[in-house]
C-alpha cells in the first residue's frame, strides 16, 4: 500500500439500489474528479464541504454517464486528512463501474479494505481503537453495541487509555530524574507516592478488564435459555421474542425434541435465544438425549428464563428444574395467564412475571426485565472493552506494572514502565505494528 496513490472505491454496499456513493482520497482527488465532472459553476472553484450537482462525463467522447451530487473535502477537514470527494450517482453497478474505471484509467488506485480508515489513522485523525469502533460501528448486532462503538469512535476509552498513558510517563519521570540526578536535592523521590500511583494504576486496568465481559457480550451475544416441562409455551414464547413463527407449536407434549437457536435483539441487547426440548424425568431414546443436552446448555448459558404452566399445579420436574438452575442468572416466568390460573403463588415463584405467550400479554415487561437482569444499570456508565486484543494488551500492562512491586532497582522499574508504554502505543496505533494492522483493516469492507 502507497498512500501517497490517489484511492478509489465504492462506498456503498454491491448490488442495486436508488444511491450510491464513490469516495476519493489522496493529492489528485479533486483534479481527477474535474476531469469527469462538469456542472454549471466553474468546476475549478469548488468550495470545501459543499455538494455540486452535475454530470459524470467520459473524457474522450464527452459521452454522459451519469448525473450525480459531488461534494469536496479539503485536506486536513476530511475524514481521511487528504483531499476528498465523494460522488454519489445512481446505484446501478454499471454506472458504478464505468465510474470507477475512468477514474482509475486517470492514475487512481482501487482502495484496499480499510485504506479510507486506515489513512484517517496513519494522517492523526483517529488512533487504532477508534479505526475499531468504526468497524464495530458498521457491524454492531444490537444498539447497546451500536451505542457503544459510537462511544469508542467519540474518544471515551482512548480519552482513559491516554489517563493511564499520562500517569506513567509523571512516574516514569520521577524515576529517571532520581536515577539521572540522585543526589539533586530538587529532585524529591517518595517511594511511597510512586507505589501507590503505581497501585492505582493496576486497580484502574482491572476495572476495565471487568467492564470486558459487559463488552464482549454486546458483540457476541448473551447465551438465553428458555426452559420448561413439556408443553408450558416454551416454544410459543420462542416464537413471540424473534418475531415469527420459528418453532412448530401443538398441544401435543414434545413437539421440539431438540434445541433451536436464533440470533435476535431485545431491549437493544443481542441474544443467542435457545428454545429447549420439553423437560421431564422419565425420558427416554430421542427425549432422554434432548434433555442431557438441555442439562448440558445449563451450564454454558448466561440467562435462563424458567417457564411454569400457570394453568397446572407444580409438579415434579418443575421444582427439579428449578432446583438445578436456581444457582444461574435467571427469570422465573408463569405462562398460560390467559386461561384459569391453578398455579399456587409459592415463594419460589414470588418474584416471577406473568405473562400469556400466546396473547403477547406482559412479553413488554419481561423484555425489559430481561435487560435488567443481564446488564444493570451501573453497568453502563463503565467504559466497556469489546476486543480481545484490548484485553491482551491490558493485561500485559497490568503485568510490567505489577513487576514492579518486586523489582531490585530503580533501573528495573524504569524498564517495566518503558515496558508498559510501548503496549499502550501498540494499544493505540501509536506504536505500529504492521502485522496487528493488517489483521485488523483487513475485517474492513471496500470503501470504508
Same mark, same amino acid.
Given at each position: 500500500?502507497?498512500?501517497?496513490?490517489?484511492?478509489?472505491?465504492?462506498?456503498?454496499?454491491?448490488?442495486?439500489?436508488?444511491?450510491?456513493?464513490?469516495?476519493?482520497?489522496?493529492?489528485?482527488?479533486?483534479?481527477?474528479?474535474?476531469?469527469?465532472?462538469? %456542472?454549471?459553476?466553474?468546476?475549478?472553484?469548488?468550495?470545501?464541504?459543499?455538494?455540486?450537482?452535475?454530470?459524470?462525463? %467520459?473524457? %474522450?467522447?464527452?459521452?454522459?454517464?451519469?448525473?450525480?451530487?459531488?461534494?469536496?473535502?479539503?485536506?486536513?477537514h476530511?475524514?481521511?486528512?487528504?483531499?476528498?470527494? *465523494?460522488?454519489?450517482?445512481?446505484?446501478?453497478?454499471?454506472?458504478?463501474?464505468?465510474?470507477?474505471?475512468?477514474?482509475?484509467?486517470?492514475?487512481?488506485?482501487?482502495?484496499?479494505?480499510?485504506?479510507?480508515?486506515?489513512?484517517?489513522?496513519?494522517?492523526?485523525?483517529?488512533?487504532?481503537?477508534?479505526?475499531?469502533?468504526v468497524?464495530?460501528?458498521?457491524y454492531?448486532?444490537?444498539?447497546?453495541?451500536?451505542?457503544?462503538?459510537? *462511544?469508542?469512535?467519540?474518544?471515551?476509552?482512548?480519552?482513559?487509555?491516554?489517563?493511564?498513558?499520562?500517569?506513567?510517563?509523571?512516574?516514569?519521570?520521577?524515576?529517571?530524574?532520581?536515577?539521572?540526578?540522585?543526589?539533586?536535592? /530538587?529532585?524529591?523521590?517518595?517511594?511511597?507516592?510512586?507505589?501507590?500511583?503505581? *497501585?492505582?494504576?493496576?486497580?484502574?486496568?482491572?476495572?476495565?478488564?471487568?467492564?470486558?465481559?459487559?463488552?464482549?457480550?454486546?458483540?457476541?451475544?448473551?447465551?438465553?435459555?428458555?426452559?420448561?416441562?413439556t408443553?408450558?409455551?416454551?416454544?410459543?414464547?420462542?416464537?413471540?421474542?424473534?418475531?415469527?413463527?420459528?418453532?412448530?407449536?401443538h398441544?401435543?407434549?414434545?413437539?421440539?425434541? /431438540?434445541?433451536?437457536?436464533?440470533?435476535?435483539?431485545?431491549?437493544?441487547?443481542?441474544?443467542?435465544?435457545?428454545?429447549?426440548?420439553?423437560?421431564?424425568?422419565?425420558?427416554?431414546?430421542?427425549?432422554?438425549?434432548?434433555?442431557d443436552?438441555?442439562?448440558?446448555?445449563?451450564g454454558?448459558?448466561?440467562?435462563?428464563?424458567?417457564?411454569? !404452566?400457570?394453568?397446572?399445579?407444580?409438579?415434579?420436574?418443575d421444582?427439579?428444574?428449578?432446583?438445578?438452575?436456581?444457582?444461574?442468572?435467571?427469570?422465573?416466568?408463569?405462562?398460560?395467564? !390467559?386461561?384459569?390460573?391453578?398455579?399456587?403463588?409459592?415463594?419460589?415463584?414470588?418474584?416471577?412475571?406473568?405473562?400469556?405467550?400466546?396473547?403477547?400479554q406482559?412479553?413488554?415487561?419481561?423484555?425489559?426485565?430481561i435487560?435488567k437482569?443481564?446488564?444493570?444499570?451501573?453497568?453502563?456508565?463503565?467504559?466497556?472493552?469489546?476486543r480481545?486484543?484490548?484485553?491482551?494488551?491490558?493485561?500485559?500492562?497490568?503485568?510490567?506494572?505489577?513487576?514492579?512491586?518486586?523489582?531490585?532497582?530503580?533501573?528495573?522499574?524504569?524498564?517495566?514502565? %518503558?515496558?508498559?508504554?510501548?503496549?499502550?502505543? *501498540?494499544?493505540?496505533?501509536?506504536?505500529?505494528?504492521?502485522?496487528?494492522?493488517?489483521?485488523?483493516f483487513?475485517?474492513?469492507?471496500?470503501?470504508?
Amino acid at each position: 500500500m502507497d498512500i501517497n496513490d490517489t484511492i478509489v472505491a465504492c462506498a456503498t454496499p454491491a448490488g442495486y439500489s436508488s444511491i450510491a456513493v464513490i469516495r476519493l482520497s489522496g493529492g489528485n482527488a479533486i483534479p481527477l474528479t474535474q476531469k469527469i465532472f462538469v %456542472h454549471k459553476d466553474n468546476v475549478r472553484d469548488v468550495q470545501a464541504s459543499r455538494a455540486y450537482y452535475g454530470k459524470i462525463i %467520459h473524457p %474522450h467522447d464527452y459521452c454522459i454517464i451519469d448525473t450525480v451530487l459531488a461534494t469536496f473535502f479539503f485536506s486536513p477537514h476530511s475524514y481521511t486528512g487528504e483531499d476528498v470527494v *465523494e460522488i454519489s450517482c445512481h446505484g446501478n453497478p454499471l454506472i458504478i463501474e464505468q465510474i470507477i474505471s475512468l477514474l482509475t484509467n486517470l492514475g487512481a488506485r482501487v482502495a484496499q479494505r480499510g485504506e479510507f480508515t486506515k489513512r484517517a489513522l496513519l494522517n492523526g485523525k483517529i488512533d487504532l481503537l477508534q479505526a475499531e469502533a468504526v468497524l464495530d460501528t458498521v457491524y454492531a448486532p444490537c444498539d447497546e453495541a451500536r451505542r457503544l462503538a459510537i *462511544e469508542q469512535y467519540e474518544g471515551k476509552l482512548s480519552n482513559k487509555i491516554y489517563e493511564l498513558k499520562s500517569k506513567i510517563v509523571d512516574l516514569l519521570t520521577l524515576v529517571e530524574a532520581h536515577i539521572d540526578f540522585p543526589e539533586e536535592e /530538587d529532585v524529591k523521590y517518595d517511594s511511597r507516592y510512586v507505589t501507590k500511583e503505581n *497501585e492505582d494504576m493496576i486497580a484502574e486496568i482491572e476495572n476495565l478488564l471487568q467492564g470486558a465481559q459487559i463488552g464482549m457480550k454486546f458483540k457476541e451475544g448473551y447465551k438465553t435459555l428458555i426452559m420448561g416441562r413439556t408443553n408450558v409455551g416454551k416454544s410459543t414464547l420462542f416464537n413471540k421474542l424473534i418475531g415469527y413463527d420459528r418453532v412448530i407449536i401443538h398441544d401435543k407434549p414434545g413437539t421440539t425434541r /431438540d434445541y433451536i437457536e436464533e440470533r435476535v435483539e431485545i431491549a437493544g441487547l443481542y441474544l443467542r435465544l435457545f428454545d429447549t426440548a420439553g423437560f421431564y424425568l422419565q425420558a427416554q431414546g430421542p427425549d432422554e438425549i434432548a434433555r442431557d443436552r438441555s442439562e448440558t446448555l445449563i451450564g454454558q448459558a448466561d440467562l435462563i428464563m424458567l417457564m411454569f !404452566d400457570g394453568s397446572e399445579p407444580m409438579n415434579e420436574e418443575d421444582i427439579y428444574l428449578y432446583s438445578l438452575t436456581k444457582e444461574k442468572k435467571n427469570i422465573l416466568i408463569v405462562n398460560k395467564i !390467559d386461561l384459569n390460573l391453578r398455579l399456587d403463588n409459592s415463594t419460589i415463584l414470588s418474584d416471577s412475571i406473568k405473562i400469556s405467550a400466546k396473547t403477547g400479554q406482559h412479553i413488554d415487561m419481561l423484555k425489559d426485565v430481561i435487560k435488567k437482569v443481564l446488564v444493570p444499570q451501573r453497568d453502563f456508565q463503565n467504559i466497556l472493552l469489546t476486543r480481545q486484543r484490548h484485553i491482551q494488551v491490558l493485561e500485559k500492562v497490568k503485568q510490567f506494572l505489577i513487576n514492579t512491586r518486586e523489582a531490585p532497582s530503580l533501573e528495573t522499574i524504569a524498564f517495566e514502565m %518503558h515496558c508498559a508504554l510501548d503496549m499502550i502505543g *501498540e494499544l493505540t496505533g501509536k506504536v505500529v505494528n504492521s502485522e496487528i494492522l493488517n489483521r485488523i483493516f483487513d475485517e474492513f469492507c471496500i470503501g470504508k
